[in-house]
């Protein structure tokens, strides 16, 4: 599958993900500046500290790119229909299209999309099939990167040697009475949103639940169970657990040989 780069025009949106980039970019400029580098170059944490925070910092913004910008499972104009699969499909009553059953209308899009989860604003774009992977891992490196930070944060106050190189009183003044905190403070309410929504994105892949039909009620029968592994590698396109931690890579999809959950 090619890399499919997919804008939304919601004025909403923009101000939204301009938030989550404004959090990002304050403590991946300012917990480098103000504790990691000049830590280590006194000698106090090893390279391996900065190395792994930049990381997360990488794999974080990469993960929010990729999920912001990635087709979310579209459907074309004139959709093909295969014979064997037009019991599977139904007529949508807000653009007049076939659509695959468990697929919804999204009124900020204006277009329909493929096992829709839900319009997430934050990241001005829907997520749905194609796309359900990279907001999972958004969601796992934003709570890796916060808790990491938050970490930090609290080694500044209780644990790091102080620096030489800087006034105690001076620094306490212009950075940690501020800037730090408002790190700790953000990194809170980022680690705690993340966790939460994590949790329950999580939960509805394993119990093969999309967020629509939990709000919604559309639920009729339950198939047979899917184990965790099998219900992750079809959300992520391989059985690879290794490459379910990259967002570098396209999505292939992976249909298992298991009967599905009857929806209405």
Known sequence: ??????????????????????VWLYNSFFIPKLVLLPHYAEGHIPASLVVCYYLASLLCVSALFRASTADPGKLAQDPKIPLGERDNWEM???CNMMRPKRSHHCSRCGHCVRRMDHHCPWIN??????NHWLFLQLCFYTQVLSLYTLVLDFCQYYYFQPLSSVDRAEFAVRHELALLRGSCFMGLIMFGGM???FYTQVKGILTDTTTIEKMSHLLEDIGPQRSW??????????????????????????RLNLTSRAHV
């Open 1 to 22: 599958m090619k890399l499919r780069l997919h804008f939304v025009v919601d004025p909403m949106g923009w101000f939204c993900i301009s938030m989550v980039l404004f």
């Open 92 to 94: 949508c009553n807000k």
């Open 125 to 130: 774009n829907c997520v749905g099939e194609d």
């Open 195 to 197: 966790s939460s929504l």
């Open 229 to 254: 592994q099998q219900a992750m590698a079809e959300v992520f396109g391989t059985r690879w657990k290794i490459l379910w931690l990259l967002p570098f890579r396209s999505r292939q999809p992976l």
